[in-house]
């Protein structure tokens, strides 16, 4: 900034640095990007266009998300290798494929809520097996079936196309399918998915500077901004919560899932239809997620 001469930036973005000081350390902590936080702001308070507020989003998280997953590797937090090999190189088409075929035509609003109102339902059935049913977890994935690489693939494409729509969503996507099917333990899962959400960034920013040349002077702005802040609130999240244990972990994500429901409702105002569709898409989520847990397989 100091180069560019554009300290005046900082003056006139500074509550933008404020929320991210919130959103990296999110970021950093959990399995839900760094935009899950921004966006609601962005849209709302700050009066930022959704498209603005998606490149903002990914700009950030792939130096914000980037710095807490060089974190993670560097001080050998445990992750698991598979769920990320595979997620990652699936997420990253679904990220490709998504920037280029959906963006266009997916509604921002459906997408949005379908997005929280799922996430919603997942936190409700996180609730019920951690609370009510007192389930255990493993550290590391069990053997896996050539039917659990499909689905794991296939939750890869679909959060790499939903964090193309809205700037996250492979890391709560691919998170949801390890902890409730697998049983992976949040401890194990939540780094690991902050080193997915990170790599998929990185190649959403890429996408969207390079490839497609459509993140403006605007999103420039914030992204210069709020690049100090990120650099040291994501990986201090991910330090935070690798302190913690599996059950803080998982309250913690109670947490933030609620908070992003509520903002997403006062920025997206469902009404009509678009309620309708809201709670079909949480009765879905939590028949989906339930089903899940029912087949959770054992370490073998």
Same mark, same amino acid.
């Given at each position: 900034?100091?180069?560019?001469?554009?300290?005046?930036?900082?003056?006139?973005?500074?509550?933008?640095?404020?929320?991210?000081?919130?959103?990296?350390?999110?970021?950093?902590?959990?399995?839900? *990007? !760094?935009?899950?936080?921004?966006?609601?702001?962005?849209?709302?308070?700050?009066?930022?266009?959704?498209?603005?507020?998606?490149?903002?989003?990914?700009?950030?998280?792939?130096? *914000?998300?980037?710095?807490?997953?060089?974190?993670?590797?560097?001080?050998?937090?445990?992750?698991?290798?598979?769920?990320?090999?595979?997620?990652?190189?699936?997420?990253?088409?679904?990220?490709? =494929?998504?920037?280029?075929?959906?963006?266009?035509?997916?509604?921002?609003?459906?997408?949005?809520?379908?997005?929280?109102?799922?996430?919603?339902?997942?936190?409700?059935?996180?609730?019920?097996?951690?609370?009510?049913?007192?389930?255990?977890?493993? @550290?590391?994935?069990?053997?896996?079936?050539?039917? @659990?690489? =499909?689905?794991?693939?296939?939750?890869?494409?679909?959060?790499?196309?939903?964090?193309?729509?809205? *700037?996250?969503?492979?890391?709560?996507?691919?998170?949801? &399918?390890?902890?409730?099917?697998?049983?992976?333990?949040?401890?194990?899962?939540?780094?690991?998915?902050?080193?997915?959400?990170?790599?998929?960034?990185?190649?959403?920013?890429?996408?969207?500077?390079?490839?497609?040349? @459509?993140?403006?002077?605007?999103?420039?702005?914030?992204?210069?901004?709020?690049?100090?802040?990120?650099?040291? !609130?994501?990986?201090?999240?991910?330090?935070? =919560?690798?302190?913690? !244990?599996?059950?803080?972990? &998982?309250?913690?994500?109670?947490?933030?899932?609620? =908070?992003?429901?509520?903002?997403?409702?006062?920025?997206?105002?469902?009404?009509?239809?678009?309620?309708?569709?809201?709670?079909?898409?949480?009765?879905?989520?939590? &028949?989906?997620?339930?089903?899940?847990?029912?087949?959770?397989?054992?370490?073998?």
């Amino acid at each position: 900034m100091t180069f560019a001469q554009a300290w005046h930036i900082l003056a006139e973005n500074w509550l933008l640095a404020v929320v991210m000081a919130i959103g990296s350390f999110v970021a950093g902590a959990s399995s839900e *990007g !760094g935009g899950a936080v921004a966006f609601p702001v962005m849209t709302l308070v700050l009066d930022i266009p959704p498209a603005i507020a998606r490149n903002f989003s990914l700009g950030i998280q792939s130096v *914000g998300m980037t710095a807490a997953a060089y974190f993670v590797l560097r001080q050998k937090i445990p992750t698991e290798s598979r769920y990320l090999m595979i997620a990652g190189i699936t997420g990253a088409i679904g990220m490709v =494929v998504g920037t280029f075929f959906l963006v266009p035509i997916v509604p921002v609003a459906h997408t949005k809520m379908l997005f929280v109102m799922v996430w919603l339902s997942f936190a409700v059935v996180l609730f019920y097996i951690n609370e009510v049913n007192h389930n255990t977890a493993i @550290d590391r994935l069990p053997r896996l079936r050539p039917s @659990d690489v =499909v689905l794991l693939m296939i939750s890869g494409l679909l959060g790499g196309g939903l964090s193309a729509i809205v *700037g996250s969503g492979l890391d709560i996507v691919t998170f949801s &399918v390890v902890t409730m099917r697998f049983g992976l333990s949040e401890k194990t899962a939540t780094p690991t998915s902050v080193v997915l959400m990170a790599s998929n960034s990185v190649i959403g920013f890429f996408l969207h500077t390079i490839i497609l040349r @459509d993140f403006g002077p605007q999103a420039y702005s914030y992204w210069l901004t709020c690049i100090p802040v990120v650099l040291i !609130g994501a990986p201090l999240g991910a330090w935070f =919560v690798s302190q913690q !244990g599996r059950k803080f972990i &998982v309250r913690f994500l109670y947490v933030i899932i609620v =908070v992003q429901f509520i903002g997403a409702c006062f920025v997206v105002r469902p009404q009509g239809q678009l309620l309708y569709f809201s709670c079909a898409s949480f009765a879905f989520g939590l &028949v989906f997620f339930f089903a899940l847990a029912a087949k959770r397989t054992k370490a073998v």
